[in-house]
């Protein structure tokens, strides 16, 4: 009778032990795992060395290859512009004409003076050959042979000094027609007609001729930049072209491409106190005068190479506070985000100096909704298009 409550006591601390360890044992059972995340599909591309070219961008300006002013030579009035100012003229076409009536005076003048000397030296001539033949004979002295032989003399100079003069009348004649001394475009006239002009004066200038084809092409390169360059060279990082032949190309105001590409053919050996740059000359072909002095360009220096460079395209690049990083796929199927530093632009696509390696998978397409650690999967550009076209609805039956 005394064994019953016992055994009961028993089975209920028995039950109660067996709820415990039940409980505790859903206690720490783990959720069950849920699905894996969905990898984002993307586009990369895999960075390799390659030998790219160098561009360095820069400002120019258009100069004349050949530029002179147009000077009048001899003072007087002016009679007539015979061009149309600002259009191309032609070498040796008439630009303006002096009053030529002074002149032909001077001219006519001065070829009077010659012939009166040259009547002079054949009088003299013939007293010299008439007094001669009696000097050797003894017949005329010697002081009269002596006289005639001077006056001889003073008459071949007489003739001699009014030719010359002569000689520059007719060349002042002559400037009195001011004509183009090559082909190009002439400016506006400085003096209008009916002004007169003082040769050597400041009212001598009268125009300019500007030669248009060939082109120069004029840019500046800082110091700075030439120390850059210099060390980058030193260091194997760039290769500067055969022979220094450096090539230009241009980019006008509207944004179009010069269809024609110069070469460089001056550099100046020292710098410029005021500026601390030098200038660089480029000569281009200009046959339809597109180009005009004073124009403002965008040049491209080109030539030189950049070789075993990282080039990833510019678009897989992005700016951040912290400054530039590109998505990589690394060897698990992780989007990791890399810092870099960017060098020049080769077109649409950018050289890596610092951050990359040879081998690296650039995503170039499908990371703006990545983040670091992402898992992503790599498709062709052609997959990437294909999945971003919405679904074709169905066709009714």
Same mark, same amino acid.
């Given at each position: 009778?005394?064994?019953?409550?016992?055994?009961?006591?028993?089975?209920?601390?028995?039950?109660?032990?067996?709820?415990?360890?039940?409980?505790?044992?859903?206690?720490?059972?783990?959720?069950?795992?849920?699905?894996?995340? /969905?990898? &984002?599909?993307?586009?990369?591309?895999?960075?390799?060395?390659?030998?790219?070219?160098?561009?360095?961008?820069?400002?120019?300006?258009?100069?004349?290859?050949?530029?002179?002013?147009?000077?009048?030579?001899? +003072?007087?009035?002016?009679?007539?512009?015979?061009?149309?100012?600002?259009?191309?003229?032609?070498?040796?076409?008439?630009?303006?004409?002096?009053?030529?009536?002074?002149?032909?005076?001077?001219?006519?003048?001065?070829?009077?003076?010659?012939?009166?000397?040259?009547?002079?030296?054949?009088?003299?001539?013939?007293?010299?050959?008439?007094?001669?033949?009696?000097?050797?004979?003894?017949?005329? +002295?010697?002081?009269?042979?002596?006289?005639?032989?001077?006056? /001889?003399?003073?008459?071949?100079?007489?003739?001699?000094?009014?030719?010359?003069?002569?000689?520059?009348?007719?060349?002042?004649?002559?400037?009195?027609?001011?004509?183009?001394?090559?082909?190009?475009?002439?400016?506006?006239?400085?003096?209008?007609?009916?002004?007169?002009?003082?040769?050597?004066?400041?009212?001598?200038?009268?125009?300019?001729?500007?030669?248009?084809?060939?082109?120069?092409?004029?840019?500046?390169? +800082?110091?700075?930049?030439?120390?850059?360059?210099?060390?980058?060279?030193?260091?194997?990082?760039?290769?500067?072209?055969?022979?220094?032949?450096? &090539?230009?190309?241009?980019?006008?105001?509207?944004?179009?491409?010069?269809?024609?590409?110069?070469?460089?053919?001056?550099?100046?050996?020292?710098?410029?106190?005021? &500026?601390? &740059?030098?200038?660089?000359?480029?000569?281009?072909?200009?046959?339809?005068?597109?180009?005009?002095?004073?124009?403002?360009?965008?040049?491209?220096?080109?030539?030189?190479?950049?070789?075993?460079?990282?080039?990833?395209?510019?678009?897989?690049?992005?700016?951040?506070?912290?400054?530039?990083?590109?998505?990589?796929?690394?060897?698990?199927?992780?989007?990791?985000?890399?810092?870099?530093?960017?060098?020049?632009?080769?077109?649409?696509?950018?050289?890596?100096?610092?951050?990359?390696?040879?081998?690296?998978?650039?995503?170039?397409?499908?990371?703006?909704?990545?983040?670091?650690?992402?898992?992503?999967?790599?498709?062709?550009?052609?997959?990437?298009?294909?999945?971003?076209?919405?679904?074709?609805?169905?066709?009714?039956?």
């Amino acid at each position: 009778m005394t064994l019953l409550p016992r055994v009961s006591g028993f089975c209920a601390v028995v039950s109660m032990l067996l709820l415990s360890t039940t409980f505790l044992a859903g206690c720490n059972r783990q959720p069950p795992a849920g699905p894996p995340p /969905h990898a &984002t599909e993307v586009v990369a591309v895999t960075v390799q060395p390659q030998t790219v070219p160098v561009e360095f961008p820069i400002v120019a300006q258009i100069q004349s290859s050949h530029q002179v002013d147009v000077m009048a030579r001899v +003072s007087g009035f002016l009679e007539k512009i015979s061009y149309k100012e600002g259009y191309p003229v032609r070498q040796g076409q008439v630009l303006f004409l002096l009053d030529k009536k002074p002149f032909i005076a001077a001219a006519d003048a001065a070829k009077a003076e010659v012939d009166t000397r040259k009547s002079q030296l054949w009088t003299a001539k013939a007293t010299l050959d008439r007094i001669k033949p009696l000097a050797e004979q003894n017949a005329a +002295s010697k002081s009269d042979l002596d006289n005639a032989i001077g006056n /001889h003399k003073t008459a071949e100079a007489g003739v001699q000094q009014a030719q010359a003069n002569y000689d520059k009348a007719l060349l002042d004649l002559s400037y009195t027609t001011i004509i183009a001394p090559f082909s190009g475009v002439a400016g506006q006239a400085l003096m209008r007609e009916g002004g007169y002009i003082t040769a050597g004066g400041s009212s001598a200038k009268l125009t300019y001729v500007a030669k248009l084809d060939p082109a120069w092409v004029d840019f500046s390169i +800082s110091q700075n930049e030439q120390a850059k360059f210099s060390e980058e060279a030193a260091k194997g990082l760039i290769i500067a072209p055969k022979n220094q032949r450096y &090539t230009v190309e241009l980019e006008l105001s509207d944004g179009s491409r010069y269809p024609q590409a110069g070469v460089v053919n001056f550099a100046e050996p020292t710098f410029s106190k005021e &500026t601390g &740059t030098y200038l660089v000359r480029a000569e281009i072909p200009n046959p339809k005068a597109v180009l005009r002095p004073g124009m403002f360009v965008k040049a491209w220096l080109k030539g030189a190479t950049r070789p075993n460079a990282l080039v990833v395209p510019q678009r897989a690049v992005q700016q951040t506070s912290n400054g530039q990083i590109v998505f990589v796929a690394n060897d698990k199927g992780l989007a990791e985000a890399r810092p870099v530093v960017g060098g020049e632009w080769i077109g649409h696509d950018w050289i890596i100096n610092q951050g990359l390696k040879a081998g690296d998978k650039v995503i170039v397409d499908g990371f703006m909704k990545l983040a670091p650690g992402a898992p992503v999967k790599l498709v062709t550009p052609e997959e990437m298009k294909k999945a971003a076209q919405p679904a074709q609805p169905a066709q009714a039956k």
